[in-house]
């Protein structure tokens, strides 16, 4: 399947593709992520952090609809897509060092944000629950909707090393089996204090 290149007027109007720009943004945050960290020594895994946040999410997935195994699956490979983004621009930088970011993010802000960002993509997933367990039905929305939001001639215009990324975040989006949902709440994710929101 050719996807043609995309735009976010494009993305928005696909069935997975505000989930699609959530995975990308998670990534740009990414960026900042291993600005923050570069040449501090500070190591880019945190398991203490990343299994905090599996948990959590497998804690609220039901709230949402949704799996619990198949949410933490998905979180993995975002954690797992964050450290794509993170080694290979720490690879980038130690080659030219004259391209390291002049500003060091603040990492506490960057992490509230991704929990924000975790808020979004539970809701995200929920509100696509059933699209996702659609056997040939989601990957095919999955492709357009990854390739209008990835596009190198997109707005966003995601380089080799965030499509690659892309390509690990979005890996267990669509669940076979019906897996990725249970019956829909009875107060729905809104009725829970969303982090940041």
């Known amino acids: 399947m050719v996807v043609p290149a995309g735009s976010a007027a494009t993305a928005a109007a696909l069935p997975l593709g505000p989930l699609a720009g959530l995975l990308v943004e998670r990534l ?3 960026n900042l992520v291993a600005a923050s960290k570069f040449g501090t020594g500070a190591p880019i895994e945190d398991r203490v952090r990343e299994e905090d946040l599996l948990d959590d999410v ?9 799996e619990p195994d198949a ?11 964050s450290k794509v983004v993170q080694r290979g621009l720490f690879r ?14 603040d990492l506490s802000a960057l992490r509230a944000r991704l929990d924000r960002l975790t808020t979004r993509l539970l809701q995200e997933l929920s509100a696509t629950r059933l699209l996702r367990s659609l056997p040939g039905g ?11 939001v990835s596009a190198p001639s997109g707005p966003r215009g995601l380089d080799a090393l965030h499509r690659r990324a892309l390509e690990t975040a979005s890996s267990s989006v669509c669940v076979t089996g019906g897996a990725a949902a249970l019956p829909a709440p ?8 969303h982090d940041g929101d």
């Open 28 to 30: 740009s945050a990414g």
């Open 58 to 66: 497998r804690e609220k997935a039901g709230a949402y609809g949704l």
């Open 71 to 81: 949410t933490v699956a998905f979180f993995r490979d975002q954690i797992a897509a």
């Open 92 to 105: 980038y930088w130690t080659a030219h060092p004259e391209r390291t970011p002049a500003t060091r993010p």
């Open 138 to 148: 989601c990957e095919a929305e999955l492709l357009l909707a990854t390739g209008a």
């Open 186 to 193: 009875a107060t729905g994710p809104g009725a829970l204090a």
